[in-house]
């Protein structure tokens, strides 16, 4: 056999491999972020049907000022220790103590100033000594240090090859916890300051348990001989410079997600921020596909450039690709056909957000066909680019928000983040193809949609014109979609390259 064909054979048996671990870690990591999914979606109800509309509204807001500040207060180094950690482990053990301990002092020094600037900032965004939001995020503000802690090491533990723990952790234990406290505090106080810590008290309940599990990892792999504790400066520098422009990236990530809420708040109700709010919910709860996708192929996507891998790259990045939009896309063509019920499910009020969340759905849809382009991009190593990316779509946002809310409402909100999320996922679709020769084919993350939207969209839609918009026609919608949508897939099965996700469920069934 020839040099080029031996180098075929393994380049195909690379990928193969790589497919299968996709399929290995995306089940487990699907699992939690279902689980996550389903107890978000608990929460958001006991929140909505406790609180009513209006206390919704101010909780979101707090927790949203929350998520944003947390965000810059953990300095991008989740990210970091995803993109770094496997390469200390391939190039010397020795130092993964000391990395760890870098990330953990960084964060520590810095999430104690975000939660002090916080609590002297609030008051001034929200004046008013009664002002609930501003109570509210004084409140939570001093969870910012251990949310920071419990993020950082979640990723930790994920970069160390430990999917199991950080699902646990992260998808499972945190959001478990959750609904049953903020649901004693809503009945024995009543208080949207009181439910928000609530909300944010099993933050510091994980830090220990975290704390716990990685020391065990770095036993195991140091294999006896401990490294050293304390940084050099050598490493500093390396993981400041990499995790200071995503500090920006994470926390104008954030802002994206949050913004439109908080300028809802301010320049209409907490009210229509509390309905916004629960139909801006739906769509993160439906992320189950995505963010299990991310858990596994970041990781990946780090240690296969680092070996200058750029086809294994590629085969892994459009595998994934193609398998968000066609696992992910049918829960949101549900939510955009039948966006009245879901809402329902939140209280009285909430329905008048359907258009809203059918626009979000839409949008998030077409947004899929970029994959995890933003993990490709931040694991490449040019974290400052997605950075600038994030500067530009908040931008967009901000001031499509300051246009269009006063006179269009919640709707011109759900276009404007739509729109802003499009543009920059294609943002990061063309520096990937610019700076790594890397993209997915247009057919090929078009036809799981094409698929999507015949087995499911068209008879939601027939169902719906034919009988209306109940709890009984979603259910007959979701049932006809299933048998056609999974005929559909197994005929298709070769061209979606689902062949090694086959195989398998098959083997652990």
Not at 40 to 64: K, P, R
Not at 77 to 99: C, E, K, M, N
Not at 442 to 461: I, S
């Amino acid at each position: 056999m020839s040099d080029q064909g031996s180098d075929d054979v393994r380049s195909d048996a690379a990928s193969r491999e790589n497919r299968r671990e996709l399929a290995r870690g995306g089940s487990l990591s699907f699992v939690g972020s279902a689980c996550s999914a389903l107890l978000g979606f608990v929460l958001t109800i006991v929140i909505t049907q406790l609180m009513g509309a209006e206390g919704a509204g101010v909780i979101f807001q707090a927790t949203g000022v929350f998520a944003v500040v947390l965000a810059f207060a953990k300095v991008g180094l989740d990210s970091t220790a995803i993109y770094l950690l496997p390469r200390v482990r391939l190039d010397d053990v020795g130092r993964i103590r000391s990395t760890i301990m870098a990330f953990l002092l960084i964060a520590g020094v810095i999430s104690v100033s975000f939660a002090v600037a916080l609590q002297l900032v609030a008051p001034v965004l929200w004046p008013g000594s009664d002002n609930p939001v501003s109570a509210s995020v004084r409140a939570l503000a001093v969870f910012i240090p251990f949310g920071a802690v419990v993020i950082i090491a979640a990723a930790i533990l994920r970069a160390l090859g430990s999917v199991k723990e950080y699902v646990l952790v992260s998808n499972i234990a945190i959001p478990a916890l959750r609904p049953p406290l903020v649901a004693i505090a809503a009945v024995a106080t009543g208080s949207v300051v009181v439910v928000s810590v609530a909300w944010a008290l099993p933050l510091a309940l994980m830090v220990l348990v975290v704390a716990v599990m990685i020391a065990g990892h770095v036993r195991r792999e140091e294999s006896g001989t401990p490294g050293r504790v304390l940084p050099s400066r050598d490493q500093l520098r390396q993981i400041v410079g990499f995790a200071a422009p995503r500090t920006a990236s994470a926390g104008l990530e954030q802002a994206i997600i949050w913004v439109d809420v908080l300028i809802i708040g301010w320049l209409l109700s907490d009210e229509a921020a509390g309905i916004y709010g629960g139909a801006a919910r739906f769509i993160q709860a439906g992320l189950i596909v995505d963010a299990a996708l991310r858990v596994v192929v970041s990781p990946r996507f780090s240690s296969l450039l680092h070996q200058g891998k750029t086809g294994a790259t590629r085969d892994l990045y459009v595998t994934a690709t193609i398998w968000l939009v066609l696992i992910a896309s049918p829960i949101y063509v549900l939510l955009a056909v039948f966006s009245p019920v879901f809402l329902g499910l939140l209280g009285p009020d909430f329905p008048q957000g359907s258009t809203a969340l059918t626009i979000l759905a839409v949008g998030i849809m077409v947004t899929f066909l970029a994959g995890n382009i933003h993990s490709l991009l931040i694991m490449s190593g040019r974290s400052g680019w997605a950075a600038i990316n994030k500067v530009i779509v908040l931008a967009i946002n901000v001031v499509g928000n300051l246009i269009v809310v006063p006179e269009w409402g919640i709707e011109g909100a759900a276009a404007v983040w739509a729109f802003s999320m499009l543009f920059d996922a294609c943002l990061a679709a063309w520096e990937v193809h610019y700076f790594l020769g890397i993209r997915a084919p247009l057919w090929e993350v078009t036809r799981p949609l094409v698929l999507v939207l015949a087995t499911c969209a068209v008879p939601a839609l027939i169902i719906l014109g034919l009988w209306g918009s109940s709890v009984g026609t979603l259910l007959l919608a979701a049932a006809v979609g299933a048998v056609l949508f999974l005929c559909a897939c197994w005929f298709a099965r070769r061209s979606l390259r689902l062949e090694n996700l086959m195989s398998m469920l098959r083997s652990r069934g």
